[in-house]
């Protein structure tokens, strides 16, 4: 029986086959390498405000841990299911493996709509699926943090679940904590940050002037909306496009940050900042800019509008946005940067690990010592795939995947097959 399924599983399955097709892994590596360690499916019971009782679906997948622990996010949506659970551990396995650090991927979520559900009902979705998971995560074995419909609030409320089923606050259990709780400076930021980061990179390898360039940015959470900010004010671009699942607004002489800011600080969504520079969502991508971030959602550049995108730098704060037919136009223009996925938004995991580096060392470090060490990792990881797409004639994309996927099966054939 095949517990993985649907098109985002489907997509990881398919990178993983062109790089293992190119490194010549035999079929039982393969499986090894590919197959998730653990999955566990959970039902989460919860009484609802109107006092009838719901029960959610839980997932985690521990892809490998071979390396450490497993490291992943929690994801609160809707139409969550397994196969997708399973597609974004895998790509943690390689991002981490990537970016350098001591962990296997994992992914987890519940799916419910946190937007449709009261604060109460979402603590207890949130308590109630850590309380699930207590068995099979921990400090050296799985360390959740926040994904997409989850923040600094759901993790404190996993923190407390798990430190009072140990009987001592445990901060390590989790990372995107709030930093009162043992969190770290600039982890909310970091993805975002390091979106900006690497774009600048990119901007310096192009020889473009950053401060020049335009930049669209779909979706406006937690990555999105730090990538624009910061592109904004930190690189002085030009922001010309911004989505979130509201609406979109485009306008070529630069949408005014500071104002989208309070706007959304005030009602939480994009909707209802301007009727002017409303434009249909799907139209936004394709609308020309130097720079086009898709930080929302996965599979959002497909074979379809592949060929009609007008940035000269495509930089995926999302996981999983370019389908892989998608990727194959792209690769055949050949007239696009592009910044893959589990290079681009690595920062997150970076700083996350950093988290737990320092609540197990119950040593906490300054906002500059953060921000100096998560550009380091970002600047070697960004070199090793530039030199090795250079070097094997790939994209960007293949070499991060290959460089991820060696490190993964070269610890797995140094450390053996158990027993
Ligand atoms: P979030 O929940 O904070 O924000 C998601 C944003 O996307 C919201 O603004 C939402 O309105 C918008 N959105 C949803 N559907 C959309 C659509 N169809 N079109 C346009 N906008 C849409 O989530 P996040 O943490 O910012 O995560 C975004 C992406 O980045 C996900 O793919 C996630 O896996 C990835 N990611 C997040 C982190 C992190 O540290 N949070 C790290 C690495 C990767």
Redesign the pocket.
């Known amino acids: 029986m095949n517990l993985y399924t649907g098109p985002v599983f489907e997509m990881a399955r398919a990178q993983f086959a062109g790089v293992a097709d190119r490194l010549d892994i035999p079929d039982g590596e393969r499986d090894r390498l590919l197959l998730p360690k653990r999955a566990i499916c959970v039902a989460v019971p919860v009484h609802l405000d109107d006092g009838r009782t719901q029960v959610f679906q839980g997932f985690r997948v521990q892809h490998h841990l071979t390396l450490g622990p497993t490291k992943g996010?929690t994801?609160f949506a809707p139409d969550l299911e397994l196969g997708e659970v399973a597609a974004?551990a895998i790509w943690m396995s390689w991002k981490c493996a990537l970016a350098g650090l001591p962990y296997g991927g994992a992914k987890g979520g519940v799916a419910c709509d946190p937007r449709v559900l009261s604060l109460r009902e979402i603590e207890a979705v949130s308590r109630r699926y850590m309380q699930e998971m207590i068995p099979f995560v921990g400090p050296q074995v799985d360390v959740m943090?926040?994904?997409?419909?989850?923040?600094e609030r759901e993790m404190a409320w996993f923190m407390d679940t798990y430190s009072m089923h140990q009987g001592h606050a445990c901060a390590e259990i989790v990372t995107?904590k709030p930093v009162a709780l043992g969190g770290t400076e600039g982890r909310r930021e970091?993805?975002g940050h390091g979106v900006a980061y690497l774009v600048g990179r990119a901007c310096d390898t192009l020889g473009l002037v950053a401060g020049s360039c335009s930049a669209i940015v779909?979706?406006?959470?937690?990555?999105?909306?730090v990538a624009a900010y910061t592109l904004a004010r930190r690189q002085g671009m030009r922001i010309v496009g911004v989505?979130?699942?509201?609406c979109?607004l485009h306008d070529p002489r630069g949408l005014p940050m500071d104002e989208i800011e309070a706007h959304v600080r005030d009602h939480g969504?994009l909707m209802g900042f301007s009727t002017e520079a409303l434009i249909d969502?799907a139209a936004m991508l394709e609308q020309r800019c130097d720079v086009l971030v898709p930080?929302?959602?996965?599979r959002?550049i497909t074979a379809e509008n592949a060929g009609r995108l007008r940035c000269r730098i495509l930089a995926e704060?999302?996981?999983?946005?370019t389908t892989p037919e998608a990727d194959a136009v792209l690769e055949a223009r050949g007239d696009m940067f592009v910044l893959p996925?589990i290079l681009c938004?690595?920062?997150?995991?970076i700083v996350s690990y950093f988290e737990w580096v320092q609540d197990l060392q119950r040593l906490f470090w300054s906002a500059a010592e953060v921000g100096d060490r998560l550009e380091r990792l970002l600047e070697q990881a960004f070199g090793q795939v530039t030199r090795r797409a250079a070097a094997d004639k790939v994209s960007q994309r293949t070499a991060a995947l290959t460089i991820g996927i060696e490190r993964v099966r070269a610890g797995k054939r140094l450390r053996g097959l158990f027993p």
């Open positions: 996010g994801r974004l943090a926040p994904d997409m419909g989850t923040s995107g970091a993805t779909q979706g406006f959470g937690n990555v999105g909306s989505s979130d699942h509201t979109a969504v969502p930080a929302a959602v996965e959002v704060g999302a996981n999983g946005p996925d938004n690595s920062g997150g995991v």
